[in-house]
C-alpha cells in the first residue's frame, strides 16, 4: 500500500513553528551546484511526499560519497519527512558520523517524539564535537525518562570533563528520590558517568553518598572508577576502604568483583579489596 502524502498539518505537528517552510511548495533546486550545507528544501531528484522513494534514496546516500550523503539526508530530514523515515535517516546519519549532519541531528533532539528524540542520541555520541555534547547534556532534563536515561549512558561513554556539573545536578535531582536498593534508571546511568568521567574530588564526592543513596548507583559509580588506568591509586584506595568500612553483604560484592577482575595485577586498592573481602561476612 503506498503511503499518504503528508500534510501541511501533519509537516506542522512533526516540527512546529519552524518547519512552515517544509509544508509550503519548495523553490526549485539548482542541481549544478553541488550542495555545501543542508538546507530545508527536499534534496535534488528526492521527493519526500514518497516514503518509499525516501527510504530508498537513504539508503543510496549512505554507500556513496559520506559528505554529499550526509548533506542530502540531513536536508531531508530537515526538510520534513514521517516518523519512521525519519528514523532511518538519524541511523544512518550516525553511522556516516559526519559533521554536516549536526543542524539535523540538533532539531531532532528537540522531535516532540520520544524514539526520535533517542535515535538523535545516538547520532550525536557518533559526533562527539562540543556543541553535540552539550546537545546531549541538555537532555539529562527530558520529559521523558528513557531519554534521560539514554543522555546520561550516552555521555558516561563520550561525555567530557565540562558534562561533570550536568551529571551532577541529575543525580543530584535523583538521589532524593529514593526509589529503592536500585535508584531510577536516571540515578544509575548519571552514578556511571561520573564515575568514569569524573576528576578525583568527583569520586571522593560520590563517597559522600554512601548510606544516603541507593547502593545499586553507588555501585556502578565506583566501578567505573575502579577500572579506570589513569585514576591514581590513592583514590581508588579510599573507594575501597569506604566501601570495607560499610561492609555490607552488596559492598563485598563488589569488592569481589574487583579482585577477581585483577588477579595477578597487584595495587594497593587490590590487596586491599581482598583484605576486606575476608571479612566481611
Avoid: C
Avoid at 56 to 70: E, F, K, N, V, Y
Avoid at 101 to 123: C, E, F, K, T
Wanted: aromatic share 2%; charged share 25%; proline share 6%.
Amino acid at each position: 500500500m503506498r503511503p499518504s502524502r503528508t500534510t501541511p498539518l501533519l509537516a506542522l505537528a512533526l516540527f512546529g513553528v519552524g518547519a512552515v517552510a517544509s509544508a509550503q511548495p519548495r523553490r526549485p533546486v539548482v542541481t549544478t551546484v553541488a550542495m555545501v550545507h543542508p538546507t530545508s528544501e527536499a534534496p535534488p531528484g528526492w521527493d519526500l511526499s514518497r516514503a518509499d522513494d525516501t527510504l530508498a534514496r537513504i539508503q543510496r546516500a549512505a554507500t556513496g560519497d559520506p559528505r554529499r550523503g550526509a548533506l542530502e539526508i540531513s536536508s531531508a530530514l530537515l526538510a520534513g519527512v514521517e516518523p519512521h523515515v525519519a528514523a532511518a535517516g538519524l541511523d544512518t546519519l550516525g553511522v556516516l558520523a559526519r559533521p554536516e549532519s549536526a543542524d539535523a541531528i540538533l532539531r531532532y533532539l528537540d522531535h516532540r517524539r520520544v524514539s526520535l528524540r533517542r535515535r538523535a542520541l545516538i547520532a550525536a555520541a557518533r559526533l562527539r564535537t562540543p556543541a553535540m555534547l552539550r546537545a546531549i547534556e541538555a537532555r539529562l532534563g527530558d520529559s521523558d525518562p528513557e531519554v534521560r536515561s539514554e543522555a546520561a549512558r550516552t555521555l558516561a561513554d563520550v561525555g567530557d570533563a565540562t558534562s561533570v556539573r550536568a551529571l551532577w545536578a541529575a543525580f543530584e535531582r535523583d538521589a532524593s528520590n529514593g526509589l529503592g536498593s536500585e535508584g531510577s534508571s536516571l540515578l544509575q546511568e548519571s552514578a556511571r558517568a561520573l564515575g568514569a568521567r569524573g576528576g578525583e574530588q568527583d569520586v571522593d564526592r560520590l563517597l559522600t553518598f554512601l548510606r544516603r543513596a541507593p547502593f545499586g548507583a553507588l555501585a556502578r559509580a565506583f566501578e567505573a572508577s575502579l577500572r579506570r588506568a589513569e585514576l591514581p591509586d590513592p583514590v581508588k584506595l579510599r573507594v575501597v576502604q569506604a566501601l570495607a568500612g560499610i561492609a555490607t553483604p552488596q559492598a563485598r560484592e563488589l569488592l569481589t568483583r574487583l579482585v577477581d577482575e585483577h588477579r595477578g595485577r597487584p595495587t594497593p586498592a587490590i590487596d586491599a579489596a581482598r583484605s576486606a573481602v575476608s571479612r566481611i561476612q
